[in-house]
């Protein structure tokens, strides 16, 4: 996803600056070589000590159900854009700015330089951006956050059209000159109101949402039932974002046949679970399920222990 951004808008910018056939060079190559370095140093070790067909098949399942739109909410998926948007806030409200930036009423030569190269950057940059995240936005298993990668674009962005010699508001807007003084005043204004609603949110709003957790309530009802001192072991749990939270050592098991004697406490998908019922390693002790979960994604898992009594 982050290369497809990063080329999205070097491409776009070179093209707009007449300049493309500058990615063809070697220290280019020498950049994806250490990109590609740093992943290849955790992937192979991992596929080594792991069932590599299994990571790859898990890898595989994970786009592909992105892409086919798996257990996807319309209402939040319709949201992506306007979604993706404010994280931009509270400085896109600026962004007209570059659609006013070069007038026809301004002389030939502004003109000229306006429609150089490189006052073309900003437009490029602005487009790239804009398509990039629109096309990420719609892909069915995206998220918002997806495209926070364009935050650093767009600050160069912002900072190209707030330290412009000549701005002005387009037409639609007004068309009027945006002074420096009142940009500067603006940008204070904009900050101490934002500063004023972070605080506001803070204080009146994460209280409540920390109220309503979906994933952490999930790992305190785990704990609840498993000791401290205990193991949980996790048999082929896929992605379940609640064991980050569980404070109880977890170890990863294929099967539930690979539970050893000394197992207590052990957590299966709906998959699993007839085979957790019939487990008979732990004679004459025999698993009792102490707990079912169904997270926010209605996906069910059960916690079962083993009843030595």
Not at 167 to 172: G, S, T
Not at 204 to 216: N, Y
Not at 238 to 246: A, I, M, R, W
């Amino acid at each position: 996803m982050h290369l497809f951004f990063f080329y999205a808008i070097v491409i776009a910018v070179l093209w707009r600056s007449r300049e493309l056939r500058t990615i063809w060079n070697v220290p280019h190559l020498i950049g994806l070589i250490v990109m590609v370095s740093i992943f290849a140093a955790w992937a192979i070790p991992f596929l080594k000590m792991t069932d590599g067909a299994h990571a790859a098949q898990v890898w595989s399942r994970q786009f592909s159900g992105r892409l086919a739109g798996e257990g996807v909410n319309l209402g939040s998926w319709a949201l992506n854009v306007p979604r993706s948007l404010g994280y931009f806030l509270p400085w896109i409200v600026f962004v007209p700015l570059l659609a006013g930036k070069c007038r026809p009423e301004e002389s030939r030569q502004n003109v000229r330089s306006a429609h150089s190269p490189q006052a073309c950057v900003p437009r490029a940059l602005f487009w790239a951006s804009l398509i990039s995240l629109i096309i990420v936005d719609l892909i069915p298993g995206s998220l918002p956050r997806y495209t926070m990668p364009l935050l650093a674009p767009f600050a160069w962005l912002l900072g190209s059209i707030l330290t412009a010699e000549t701005v002005a508001w387009p037409r639609w807007l007004g068309g009027k000159t945006f002074s420096l003084k009142h940009r500067q005043r603006a940008i204070v204004l904009l900050t101490v109101a934002t500063c004023a609603a972070v605080c506001i949110y803070a204080v009146a709003i994460v209280p409540r949402l920390q109220a309503r957790q979906k994933v952490k309530t999930i790992a305190a009802r785990i704990e609840a039932v498993v000791p401290e001192s205990e193991r949980l072991y996790a048999i082929d749990p896929d992605y379940q974002p609640f064991l980050f939270y569980v404070r109880r050592p977890i170890v990863y098991l294929s099967r539930v046949v690979d539970l050893p004697s000394d197992a207590s406490y052990f957590l299966v998908q709906p998959d699993n679970e007839s085979s957790a019922e019939t487990a008979r390693q732990w004679q004459p002790a025999f698993p009792r399920r102490v707990l079912s979960i169904q997270d926010y994604r209605g996906r069910r898992v059960f916690v079962f222990a083993i009843d030595k009594r």
